[in-house]
């Protein structure tokens, strides 16, 4: 089993920053990919960053040049620092992590609200 637990949502005005932090604690061993997906409300969840255990990055183009992922393998601690947060930002985040054995684990996921 893997556990994820995301912190560091809140509420921010436009133009504002937020760091998203997800601690990941079990069967660590073995992640292959890591990410952060979004859902708004009434609408599907989608992708917003992933990071592959080789160091490739791929974002959504609604973010790109806003945020960044990136993680600290010491602290088993994945971050998303975003950037010049938009409205449409708005959205609960989902740390996401891919196992190759275990399969596919989600945290319970953060608020993120940004103000007009």
């Known amino acids: 089993q893997v556990l994820l637990v995301e912190s560091g949502g809140g509420l921010v005005q436009a133009g504002g920053s937020l760091r998203l932090s997800c601690v990941a604690s079990g069967n660590i061993f073995g992640i292959k990919r890591s990410g952060w997906y979004r859902q708004a409300l009434g609408k599907e969840r989608e992708l917003v960053a992933t990071?592959?255990?080789?160091?490739?990055?791929e974002y959504a183009d609604s973010v790109k040049g806003r945020f960044t992922i990136s993680n600290d393998s010491a602290k088993n601690t994945l971050y998303l620092q975003m950037s010049s947060l938009k409205p449409e930002d708005t959205a609960v985040y989902y740390c996401?992590?891919?196992?190759?054995?275990?399969?596919?684990?989600w945290g319970r996921g953060t608020q993120v609200t940004v103000s007009s």
């Open positions: 990071i592959e255990s080789d160091g490739s990055i």
């Open positions: 996401h992590a891919r196992h190759t054995i275990l399969g596919v684990y």
